[in-house]
């Protein structure tokens, strides 16, 4: 297992995050467990906030935060200077209690509830990233005359498909998000916005896809959407002053991936605006991006027990674990692969060839297949490195198996930031059938 952060092996060969012997948190919170190491956390932020930095541009890095949500998430999301998508109510709700400023908030989605809408208008968020015709005219219907006009950014389907596995893939031209850039449907839409009094037009939004591990994808977004831009400065005399170019930028999950540093992403992004800009003899717009996994992705590691096994003679061995796509749903869904080693026992030479399975009712719940471990026992502790981004997020009830707690580990201490879940709360909204009266 590659060593991410602040994980290393310690003196007694025991996997450490954030400075935390990690058997000891299995202890003390048990097992499934998922752990964050803030310090990377905070590591990502800070390059991807600096690289716009030193290219003097105006900018803001919004953590989509659809790949871990959580009040403590968001109150270090806040402190490190992030913006925040949200793309629903519950995220939004989260992002209040968590005393994230509303107006660093911006709403996502390509069906959001005229309810939802509201609630962004009423917390007055930074900028709502409108999907579709239905969009503006709902909000259109909710703007209230003489109030402030509502932020939009306009979401376009620039037609490019991003180097990566095609059931995430949302760039397309054949995608349920966004207006068709080359098919006309974005003039249609700026025209609405700009003819109603309830919108200020901010920009554009285009997000091409997801665990990209090459820039120019992103050169050519920008590329597309600025020949438009050139178009609509004649046809519409307007301009943005925004261009968002979304998330999307890929971690190191195996081996096989060979991620850029966030500051070579943002360079090519920002010179290829710029290279554009001049040529428009335009003002540079704000320039914002949307990284999620990116943020969350590796500094996350998932603890578990290890139980039963089972072997198929001359096929495979199963090792069973206390977990699976119940908190890791991206092996069965994407057939996403990840590493594991043996936490509490770091030093023991690789002895055999498993398959890690879930203990849900489902063949299809795989974590890993076909990983070299030394040979593993009942009660050995696992841990599944990079599983920080749409873990937690994606968790669920399948089987009524409760859903695990989540600690962040920084300069050796500890803290528990979601409660794992009871078979109390597993009834919670469970109503009883009421008894018949018996006449
Ligand atoms: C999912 C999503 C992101 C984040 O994607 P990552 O791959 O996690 O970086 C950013 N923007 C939009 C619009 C998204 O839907």
Not at 84 to 101: H, M, N
Not at 394 to 412: K, Q, S, T
């Amino acid at each position: 297992m590659h060593l991410h952060g602040t994980s290393k092996k310690n003196e007694l060969g025991h996997l450490e995050i954030g400075g935390v012997d990690t058997t000891e948190l299995a202890k003390q919170f048990g097992t499934p467990l998922y752990v964050y190491d803030v310090a990377l956390i905070k590591e990502r932020a800070r390059s991807f906030k600096k690289a716009f930095e030193n290219m003097g541009v105006k900018a803001q890095v919004a953590y989509a935060s659809k790949a871990f949500s959580s009040i403590a998430m968001f109150q270090l999301a806040k402190e490190e200077g992030l913006s925040l998508d949200v793309v629903s109510g519950g995220e939004l709700y989260t992002a209040i209690k968590a005393g994230f400023p509303a107006e660093k908030m911006h709403l996502h989605g390509n069906n959001k509830s005229r309810e939802e809408l509201k609630m962004a208008l009423e917390h007055g968020v930074g900028c709502i990233v409108v999907d579709n015709f239905y969009e503006i005219d709902v909000l259109d219907e909710l703007y209230v005359d003489g109030e402030r006009k509502i932020p939009v950014l306009l979401r376009v389907t620039p037609g490019i498909e991003a180097h990566t596995h095609d059931y995430i893939t949302t760039g397309q031209e054949d995608s349920k998000f966004g207006f068709g850039l080359l098919n006309g449907q974005v003039e249609r839409a700026i025209e609405k916005v700009l003819a109603s009094k309830a919108f200020h037009l901010l920009g554009f939004h285009c997000h091409i896809g997801s665990q990209i591990f090459e820039t120019q994808g992103f050169v050519l977004a920008a590329e597309r959407v600025f020949e438009k831009i050139k178009e609509w400065k004649d046809r519409f005399s307007y301009v943005p002053e925004v261009v968002n170019l979304g998330g999307g930028f890929g971690i190191r999950y195996t081996e096989e991936d060979a991620p850029l540093p966030a500051t070579y992403y943002v360079e090519k992004i920002v010179e290829a605006v710029q290279k554009q800009v001049k040529e428009l003899n335009m003002e540079m717009p704000e320039i914002w991006i949307e990284p999620g996994r990116s943020l969350v992705g590796d500094a996350g590691t998932t603890l578990y027990s290890i139980g039963s096994q089972k072997e198929v003679p001359d096929v495979r061995k199963y090792v069973a674990v206390d977990g699976g796509m119940t908190d890791n749903i991206r092996p069965a869904l994407y057939e996403a692969k990840y590493e594991a080693a043996l936490a509490n026992r770091m030093n023991d030479k690789e002895e055999e060839k498993v398959s890690i399975a879930g203990k849900c009712c489902e063949s299809g719940d795989m974590l890993i297949w076909d990983i070299a471990l030394p040979s593993v026992k009942p009660n050995d502790l696992l841990a599944i490195s990079c599983t920080g981004a749409y873990g937690y997020s994606m968790a669920n009830n399948y089987n009524r198996i409760p859903r695990p707690a989540v600690v962040f580990v920084e300069d050796g201490e500890a803290q528990l930031v979601v409660k794992r879940e009871s078979y109390e709360n597993i009834i919670v909204n469970d109503i009883p059938l009421k008894s018949k009266v018996v006449k």
